[in-house]
């Protein structure tokens, strides 16, 4: 089986620091792009960041860029979001997801984790 699962979600005041991860099993990351993507009550589920299957591309959503950080351990299966200078827009359950189309879209994705919850307060 193909399984990932996202860990570092919590609860943090507005300006602060939280540092996501998503373990992957059952395959190699090395073989796919992987993604972060948040969904808000109320609304659609959108792209966060994308990073390429080597690690050297990326590409942020506008409402992110300055402020997160979209990272990959290919050794040890492992991808990060470094997510700075929260805001409440922010609250959302955030999902990792991976897939062989490299665009920050749910088609592209092939694989999606649980998620995990962060929410930001004022």
């Known amino acids: 089986q193909v399984q990932l699962v996202e860990s570092g979600g919590g609860s943090v005041q507005a300006g602060g620091s939280l540092r996501l991860s998503c373990a992957a099993s059952?395959?190699?990351?090395?073989?796919?792009?992987m993604a972060w993507f948040r969904q808000a009550p109320g609304k659609e589920r959108e792209g966060v960041a994308i990073?390429?299957?080597?690690?050297?591309?990326?590409y942020y959503a506008d409402s992110v860029k300055g402020r997160f950080t979209i990272s990959r351990d290919n050794a040890n299966n492992i991808l990060y979001l470094q997510m700075n200078s929260l805001q409440p827009d922010d609250t959302a359950m955030y999902y990792c997801?991976?897939?062989?189309?490299?665009?920050?879209?749910?088609?592209?994705?092939?694989?999606w984790g649980k998620g995990t919850l962060v929410t930001i307060s004022s």
């Open positions: 997801a991976a897939g062989a189309g490299c665009q920050l879209a749910r088609y592209g994705m092939d694989y």
């Open positions: 059952g395959y190699s990351v090395s073989r796919y792009c």
């Open positions: 990073i390429s299957a080597g690690g050297v591309g990326t």
